[in-house]
């Protein structure tokens, strides 16, 4: 099946440095990418939609100017948290939708999450 | 406000019985609907999908049942396997790209 490769699996850092999280798709074409964030026995909540060559769409409450979304190639979208403060600690998810297959285009194959801890 | 629902958090059943995780929605433009497996330290794992023109999707010993007049979505696994002990999400999207997703249900199958 469609493989997501999200790096790193977890990140320590302190309080004002960035953060840059990776997604990649590795065996298919995704022009499409989405950003979750994960709370502690919560739902995933959609952050942003991340298209390649255009600009993310971000979800009403996320602050595009603290994550900042990069979609640069069909296999590779960021997510950059700046100035990192203790209450982005969280877990973060990509997925990416699969470019032009008819009937599967509502599937979203996930990564592996990156558990971000701000000191 | 949580558009999907998955009331129950953990569930236990027995090696070899049926396990039946339920998942409710308030949006009536759902339509399409997946189910997602997640073990610890890993992403969610695509499952099984449903969409709203069927009621019923089978896949291996996997079930998806859509009532839409409830609104409500069940996954039905049978016989239930020790290695199926996962964090299973179902959730939901209307004719576009984002998901609603659940809170998740904790499967334990005793061995």
């Known amino acids: 099946g469609a493989v997501v490769s999200q790096h790193p699996s977890r990140v320590i850092c302190k309080s004002g440095t960035s953060v840059k999280i990776e997604c990649r798709s590795l065996d298919f074409q995704a022009t499409t990418m989405f950003w979750y964030r994960q709370f502690p026995k919560q739902s995933l909540m959609l952050m942003a939609t991340?298209?390649?060559?255009?600009?993310?769409?971000?979800e009403q409450g996320v602050e595009k100017d603290k994550f900042l979304i990069n979609h640069a190639s069909l296999t590779l979208s960021t997510l950059t948290v700046t100035s990192a403060h203790p209450e982005d600690s969280s877990f973060y998810i990509c997925?990416?939708?699969?470019?032009?297959?008819?009937?599967?285009?509502?599937?979203?194959?996930f990564g592996a999450g990156t558990r971000l801890s701000v000191l | 406000d949580q558009q999907v629902k998955q009331n129950s958090p953990s569930l236990s059943v027995q090696e070899g019985r049926i396990s039946i995780l339920n998942c409710d929605y308030t949006?009536?433009?759902?339509?399409?609907f997946l189910w997602y497996k997640k073990y610890p330290a890993e992403g969610p794992t695509f499952l099984i999908s449903?969409?709203?023109?069927?009621d019923k999707n089978e896949d291996g010993r996997f079930t998806v049942f859509l009532n839409k007049s409830a609104k409500h979505l069940s996954l039905h696994i049978v016989p239930s396997q020790p290695g199926d002990s996962a964090v299973y999400f179902c959730a939901a999207s209307a004719a576009g790209n984002q998901f609603y997703f659940g809170t998740g249900t904790s499967l334990t199958v005793i061995p």
């Open positions: 949006n009536s433009m759902f339509d399409y």
């Open positions: 991340s298209n390649e060559g255009s600009k993310a769409t971000y």
């Open positions: 449903i969409s709203s023109i069927k």
């Open positions: 997925s990416a939708r699969e470019q032009g297959l008819a009937g599967v285009k509502n599937i979203q194959y």
